[in-house]
């Protein structure tokens, strides 16, 4: 810790250098490949379907269908998805490292950064980063607006568990849910609105799909299913919408157990038949886009659409590091810095 300055240094003579007394931001989201390959898909597939609060099913039983089956099919699928949408990195590493940049100097003396929980830069590695440069109290962002035991869940516990070999470990705090929090409803009001009055058609629909959950997580009591729906339903209402005119499903579905429903692909699929033509989606689960927003809706889904006889598809942009996206997380991690930084 450096002196004061114009004071003397209050250590003793031979004293190691310490530091402490700062802050640190630790953004975090789910996590992507390191290219758009096949063995690195095999690597993060691993990681991340290896983890038990995502596949809620005995090692014993899972890692055999895993190993054998699940990573011998699903990676060179999954790596020609990611190269429709590669950038110069994953969108969705790409879009956090921005929020972390444009949320640099929002906290005096508050350090920011961003990791992933599967992949790089991991979680581990981001906090000793924090740790060795004088952070003692850091906040765990998961950036996940609705709670999951998967999502919210494993970032809050991986990032527990990461600290645990540290002989001075950090105050910690973890960043709520902000399913309902009126800046992250108003921030994707405007986000819609700004959306569909760009679009050079009118929706007839405008479908709010979130990430799929298996329907097994809602009766364990996981609040994710009812987070989703007052999301929509407080968006909805700042839109001024009636009802009927934003519509909540569910994607991303995996295996054949049932999950959430109603599923957002064959949601497309029945309002096309039912003669509705023009539709925009939205994914207001997601804070950055990604994977599941830039192929599986983007790409997939409007093929999909327009297969069933839909006309015009518009996919809606995430919030990522808009102007009001970047205020939304400024006031809401704010509120979780209280005490620690001044509030202004």
Request: hydrophobic share 40%; glycine share 8%.
């Amino acid at each position: 810790m450096a002196a004061a300055e114009g004071r003397a240094d209050p250590r003793p003579a031979g004293h190691p250098p310490v530091a402490i007394g700062k802050v640190g931001v630790l953004l975090i989201n789910l996590g992507s490949p390191d290219a758009p390959t096949k063995s690195a898909v095999r690597r993060y597939l691993l990681d991340f379907l290896s983890d038990k609060r995502v596949v809620e099913i005995p090692a014993f039983i899972w890692q055999p269908i895993l190993r054998g089956l699940v990573l011998t099919v699903r990676p060179r699928k999954t790596a020609a998805n990611y190269a429709r949408i590669w950038q110069e990195d994953s969108p969705l590493r790409l879009n956090t490292r921005r929020q972390a940049e444009a949320l640099a100097d929002a906290w005096p003396g508050v350090t920011v950064d961003f990791a992933m929980r599967y992949g790089n830069p991991s979680i581990p590695s981001r906090l000793e980063a924090m740790h060795a440069a004088g952070c003692d109290r850091i906040l765990l962002a998961p950036l996940y607006p609705q709670y999951s035991s998967a999502t919210t869940g494993t970032a809050i516990e991986h990032g527990w568990n990461s600290l645990d070999h540290m002989r001075w470990i950090p105050a910690t705090r973890t960043l709520p849910s902000y399913h309902d929090h009126p800046a992250h409803i108003a921030a994707l009001a405007a986000s819609v609105r700004e959306g569909v009055a760009a679009l050079d058609f009118e929706p007839e629909a405008v479908l709010a799909s979130f990430h799929g959950m298996p329907k097994r997580t809602l009766e364990l009591g996981d609040p994710y299913h009812c987070h989703c729906s007052k999301t929509a339903r407080l968006l909805r209402e700042a839109l001024g919408w009636p009802e009927g005119r934003l519509r909540l499903c569910f994607q991303s579905r995996f295996g054949r157990a049932e999950w959430l429903q109603p599923y957002t692909e064959p949601t497309l699929e029945a309002l096309a038949k039912e003669g509705i033509r023009k539709v925009a989606v939205v994914c207001p689960s997601f804070s950055v886009d990604c994977l599941e927003t830039l192929e599986e809706i983007a790409i997939g889904a409007k093929e999909i659409f327009e297969h069933a006889g839909g006309t015009h598809f518009a996919y809606l942009p995430c919030l990522n590091d808009s102007a009001q996206g970047i205020e939304m997380l400024r006031c809401i991690i704010g509120e979780s810095l209280a005490g620690w930084v001044p509030q202004g």
